[in-house]
């Protein structure tokens, strides 16, 4: 069973970087999609962006693009997000997830994901 643990969250101030992680605590990464997410208060979780495990990349947000960038690193089986100009409006949940069975590719729909990190917070306020 592919259990995921994010971490680099926390409190930045606008314009600022973080750079989260997406690790296997169990399991195996390494023939899984990966994909970030994300949920702020009182709005539904949102899909931002997934590397496939043939590292193509498919990006689901409009309002990251240009700013967020997903990566792999096999060698240290870690998925990361960079996350550069950051906005107040940024502050959310940040999750990390893989999809199902057979699950190297990306999906755009959330449902597909069902191994989830337990998330990390990102706060961007001045």
């Known amino acids: 069973q592919l259990q995921l643990v994010e971490s680099g969250g926390g409190l930045v101030r606008p314009g600022d970087s973080l750079r989260l992680s997406c690790a296997a605590s169990?399991?195996?990464?390494?023939?899984?999609?990966i994909g970030w997410f994300r949920q702020a208060p009182g709005k539904e979780r949102e899909g931002l962006t997934c590397i496939s495990s043939f590292n193509t990349i498919a990006s689901y947000s409009d309002s990251v693009k240009g700013r967020f960038t997903i990566s792999r690193d096999n060698a240290k089986k870690t998925v990361y997000l960079q996350m550069n100009s950051l906005k107040p409006e940024d502050t959310a949940i940040y999750y990390c997830a893989a999809p199902g069975p057979s699950g190297y590719d990306c999906y755009e729909n959330i449902d597909d994901y069902v191994h989830w990190g337990q998330g990390t917070q990102v706060t961007v306020s001045s």
């Open positions: 169990e399991g195996t990464m390494d023939y899984y999609a």
